[in-house]
């Protein structure tokens, strides 16, 4: 309950709005990820603030995300039907009374939110929003402590006379992760606003942690779970140019060495630098990779590159499933099957074996593949090569935005491959997106990820402009000193054509750099009209060099069909069977579409299938549908069999159609299967 003073006082103003300390960098761009002065890196992303969206796919998405998702998403944290949020600092301030009540990481989903909502002002200048971003920020300030530590559940528990409640007692409470949500945060509204609040508060925040681990000790080096708290502290470097948070990043990534009864789902059972495998929790794993990165591109220190590309192919040629989801267990073990049995450790929500990758069963949590495109990202903004754009795009379409349901409110914590009714165990999250789980890490991680989609979609570097991901927008921004703005008009994902007019641009040479997916055979390039004869493609990217003049043209062509998929013969799940992908988008049977008394189960691709493209404006917020003729098969039911000798089976056509995978779980409860039996 709010205390009498709260209401009628209302919120303690800070004191620091607008406030700009000058050993702060100069204010240019709303970037997420700012490696505009990285060392290291080989292209650096535009602001937030400098793509506008026009039309199409991306447009439509963030539509929906800042006039739905955020705004709902507030509604729920500042309330009480669920659990507190806003409340819990509140009654950390003293400002209300109660216990804490939710997961000991709900103060990083808080942070989330508040980064999704800030990214939107950035472009929309919503005076609701600043409003509630600015109540937000005081509510986070007013409940530190004064030596900079911030963390709820122990704030709540010690101001109601716990005198157990200590930080950093247990390696599980989340403490670092959410301090590391923090500091991103507060950094990004930094760069959007220009106003020092929350930038000082993470600032405390990081202070507190350079003094509590300068001398860690093997139990303190184990308060690293899901650490998000190296991409804070890196990021935080970058922002203020304080060279004691670089230092301090350093130090949560050499502190793993100190560990001594680690294991593999925390990624801490051998030094990061002997590691070669993508292993154990999925989120930990590649928020631990994605902040190694960053480390990287400010230090250069040559142990950490070689780790994170083995790892990342691991990931993608032998743990990735052709959505880009990554995690594909519920509960296992690892090092599974190792002759190292006395490092064997439990492992949840996890990356399996090689070419472990069930479908029933297959748990894909978003949080896992939103990290899966943060670490992709860094890695090409390390190498400038187009396969990390593809991977990350992959993810983008497919396993993350099937997080979220097309009415932008609701949402899913796993992302299976194949559901089926019954499921062949009890497993524990639902087949159904829900408006809220006590765990509800994913719902504004998956906001704050299309709040920031622009700051993905181009890239720069010394006299070369990078097309990373396609869509109606243009881009509006200084390069070589001068201003450069085009214009980019496509129906991406549903047609490979993007068309760009050059609006302004400096008068000295630069190179346009467009990237080719692997998906694209027989791309075409036109310049005014002109098709290049031969593409000057690097790493994935067709350059285009030349001074470039107000009315100039470019149009890419890159060619969408819908492909038949399969899987390496290891991947013992998918044998003799195909998925269907079309561009980026991979698609799925979901069985309302299937006529009455037709199982997923029943449904056979002809090898020859014939598959048509057909683009519904009016149909699941408009998509392209992939119809042709399949057949259905006429089986027993199994009842309590576990085998049964093969016998024929007859066969009758029916006409299939598929949808895009993210789009599936829209129209009411169903089972879905992206995988199917070939014939």
């Given at each position: 309950?709010?205390?009498?003073?709260?209401?009628?006082?209302?919120?303690?103003?800070?004191?620091?709005?607008?406030?700009?300390?000058?050993?702060?960098?100069?204010l240019t761009a709303a970037d997420i990820v700012d490696t505009s002065?990285?060392?290291?890196?080989?292209?650096?992303?535009?602001?937030?603030?400098?793509?506008?969206?026009?039309?199409?796919?991306?447009?439509?998405?963030?539509?929906?995300?800042?006039?739905?998702?955020?705004?709902?998403?507030?509604?729920?944290?500042?309330?009480?039907?669920?659990?507190?949020?806003?409340?819990?600092?509140?009654?950390?301030?003293?400002?209300?009374?109660?216990?804490?009540?939710?997961?000991?990481?709900?103060?990083?989903?808080?942070?989330?939110?508040?980064?999704?909502?800030?990214?939107?002002?950035?472009?929309?200048?919503?005076?609701?929003?600043?409003?509630?971003?600015?109540?937000?920020?005081?509510a986070i300030g007013l409940a530190q402590r004064p030596d900079g530590?911030?963390?709820?559940?122990?704030?709540?528990?010690?101001?109601?006379?716990?005198?157990?409640?200590?930080?950093?007692?247990?390696?599980?409470?989340?403490?670092?992760?959410?301090?590391?949500?923090?500091?991103?945060?507060?950094?990004?509204?930094?760069?959007?606003?220009?106003?020092?609040?929350?930038?000082?508060?993470?600032?405390?925040?990081?202070?507190?942690?350079?003094?509590?681990?300068?001398?860690?000790?093997?139990?303190?080096?184990?308060?690293?779970?899901?650490?998000?708290?190296?991409?804070?502290?890196?990021?935080?470097?970058?922002?203020?140019?304080?060279?004691?948070?670089?230092?301090?990043?350093?130090?949560?990534?050499?502190?793993?060495?100190?560990?001594?009864?680690?294991?593999?789902?925390?990624?801490?059972?051998?030094?990061?630098?002997?590691?070669?495998?993508?292993?154990?929790?999925?989120?930990?794993?590649?928020?631990?990779?994605?902040?190694?990165?960053?480390?990287?591109?400010?230090?250069?220190?040559?142990?950490?590159?070689?780790?994170?590309?083995?790892?990342?192919?691991?990931?993608?040629?032998?743990?990735?499933?052709?959505?880009?989801?990554?995690?594909?267990?519920?509960?296992?073990?690892?090092?599974?099957?190792?002759?190292?049995?006395?490092?064997?450790?439990?492992?949840?929500?996890?990356?399996?074996?090689?070419?472990?990758?069930?479908?029933?069963?297959?748990?894909?949590?978003?949080?896992?593949?939103?990290?899966?495109?943060?670490?992709?990202?860094?890695?090409?903004?390390?190498?400038?090569?187009?396969?990390?754009?593809?991977?990350?795009?992959?993810?983008?379409?497919?396993?993350?935005?099937?997080?979220?349901?097309?009415?932008?409110?609701?949402?899913?914590?796993?992302?299976?491959?194949?559901?089926?009714?019954?499921?062949?165990?009890?497993?524990?999250?639902?087949?159904?997106?829900?408006?809220?789980?006590?765990?509800?890490?994913?719902?504004?991680?998956?906001?704050?990820?299309?709040?920031?989609?622009?700051?993905?979609?181009?890239?720069?570097?010394?006299?070369?402009?990078?097309?990373?991901?396609?869509?109606?927008?243009?881009?509006?921004?200084?390069?070589?000193?001068?201003?450069?703005?085009?214009?980019?008009?496509?129906?991406?994902?549903?047609?490979?054509?993007?068309?760009?007019?050059?609006?302004?641009?400096?008068?000295?040479?630069?190179?346009?750099?467009?990237?080719?997916?692997?998906?694209?055979?027989?791309?075409?390039?036109?310049?005014?009209?002109?098709?290049?004869?031969?593409?000057?493609?690097?790493?994935?990217?067709?350059?285009?060099?030349?001074?470039?003049?107000?009315?100039?043209?470019?149009?890419?062509?890159?060619?969408?069909?819908?492909?038949?998929?399969?899987?390496?013969?290891?991947?013992?799940?998918?044998?003799?069977?195909?998925?269907?992908?079309?561009?980026?988008?991979?698609?799925?049977?979901?069985?309302?579409?299937?006529?009455?008394?037709?199982?997923?189960?029943?449904?056979?691709?002809?090898?020859?299938?014939?598959?048509?493209?057909?683009?519904?404006?009016?149909?699941?917020?408009?998509?392209?549908?992939?119809?042709?003729?399949?057949?259905?098969?006429?089986?027993?039911?199994?009842?309590?069999?576990?085998?049964?000798?093969?016998?024929?089976?007859?066969?009758?056509?029916?006409?299939?159609?598929?949808?895009?995978?993210?789009?599936?779980?829209?129209?009411?409860?169903?089972?879905?299967?992206?995988?199917?039996?070939?014939?």
């Amino acid at each position: 309950m709010l205390r009498p003073s709260f209401v009628l006082l209302g919120f303690v103003r800070l004191t620091l709005v607008g406030m700009i300390s000058l050993e702060m960098n100069l204010l240019t761009a709303a970037d997420i990820v700012d490696t505009s002065n990285s060392k290291f890196t080989v292209t650096s992303p535009v602001g937030l603030d400098e793509v506008h969206w026009t039309e199409g796919f991306w447009a439509d998405r963030m539509n929906v995300c800042r006039e739905k998702s955020i705004p709902a998403m507030w509604e729920l944290m500042k309330g009480h039907e669920y659990k507190p949020f806003l409340e819990h600092f509140l009654i950390a301030a003293g400002l209300a009374d109660g216990d804490h009540h939710g997961a000991k990481w709900n103060d990083g989903d808080f942070y989330k939110w508040l980064e999704a909502a800030i990214a939107t002002v950035a472009v929309t200048d919503d005076s609701q929003l600043r409003d509630a971003i600015n109540q937000s920020i005081e509510a986070i300030g007013l409940a530190q402590r004064p030596d900079g530590y911030i963390h709820t559940p122990v704030l709540i528990a010690q101001r109601n006379g716990d005198t157990n409640a200590k930080p950093f007692q247990d390696r599980h409470a989340f403490e670092m992760y959410n301090m590391g949500h923090l500091m991103t945060t507060g950094c990004i509204h930094y760069r959007v606003t220009g106003e020092t609040t929350l930038l000082d508060i993470s600032k405390k925040a990081a202070d507190y942690l350079i003094e509590t681990f300068r001398n860690p000790t093997p139990e303190q080096a184990r308060n690293s779970i899901c650490p998000s708290h190296y991409m804070g502290a890196v990021e935080l470097y970058r922002t203020t140019g304080e060279a004691r948070y670089l230092d301090l990043a350093k130090n949560f990534l050499a502190m793993r060495n100190l560990v001594t009864d680690g294991g593999d789902d925390n990624q801490d059972r051998i030094p990061f630098v002997e590691q070669r495998e993508a292993v154990g929790h999925a989120v930990r794993a590649n928020y631990l990779y994605a902040g190694a990165a960053d480390l990287y591109a400010e230090t250069g220190e040559s142990d950490l590159l070689e780790p994170l590309e083995a790892a990342w192919n691991n990931m993608v040629s032998k743990k990735m499933y052709i959505t880009g989801a990554c995690g594909a267990l519920y509960d296992g073990a690892s090092p599974d099957g190792s002759a190292d049995q006395q490092h064997i450790t439990r492992v949840h929500q996890s990356y399996g074996r090689n070419y472990q990758l069930p479908n029933t069963t297959s748990h894909n949590e978003t949080c896992a593949n939103i990290a899966n495109l943060m670490w992709s990202w860094r890695m090409f903004q390390l190498t400038g090569d187009a396969k990390y754009v593809d991977v990350l795009e992959l993810a983008l379409y497919n396993s993350i935005l099937s997080g979220v349901s097309l009415s932008g409110t609701e949402y899913f914590y796993v992302n299976p491959m194949r559901v089926v009714d019954p499921l062949p165990t009890s497993l524990r999250y639902p087949r159904t997106r829900q408006p809220f789980f006590v765990s509800f890490c994913c719902p504004p991680n998956l906001l704050r990820t299309i709040a920031e989609i622009s700051g993905y979609a181009y890239s720069k570097s010394e006299n070369t402009f990078w097309l990373n991901l396609y869509g109606a927008n243009t881009v509006s921004m200084e390069f070589l000193g001068e201003p450069l703005t085009i214009s980019q008009q496509t129906a991406y994902p549903w047609n490979g054509i993007v068309q760009l007019q050059i609006e302004a641009c400096p008068k000295q040479e630069f190179a346009i750099n467009l990237r080719i997916p692997e998906w694209a055979d027989g791309a075409t390039v036109a310049v005014n009209d002109e098709q290049l004869e031969t593409l000057s493609i690097v790493k994935g990217f067709c350059q285009i060099r030349r001074r470039w003049k107000i009315g100039d043209r470019v149009e890419l062509n890159l060619p969408m069909q819908a492909k038949l998929m399969r899987a390496n013969p290891l991947v013992e799940e998918t044998t003799n069977q195909v998925a269907v992908q079309r561009g980026p988008i991979v698609y799925c049977l979901e069985s309302v579409d299937l006529p009455s008394g037709v199982n997923i189960e029943d449904v056979i691709i002809p090898q020859d299938i014939q598959l048509q493209e057909r683009y519904d404006a009016d149909f699941l917020q408009g998509i392209t549908l992939i119809e042709g003729t399949a057949l259905v098969s006429s089986t027993p039911e199994w009842g309590e069999k576990l085998y049964r000798e093969a016998g024929k089976r007859t066969t009758k056509e029916f006409e299939l159609r598929l949808i895009p995978y993210y789009a599936w779980a829209n129209r009411g409860q169903s089972e879905m299967s992206v995988w199917l039996p070939v014939r």
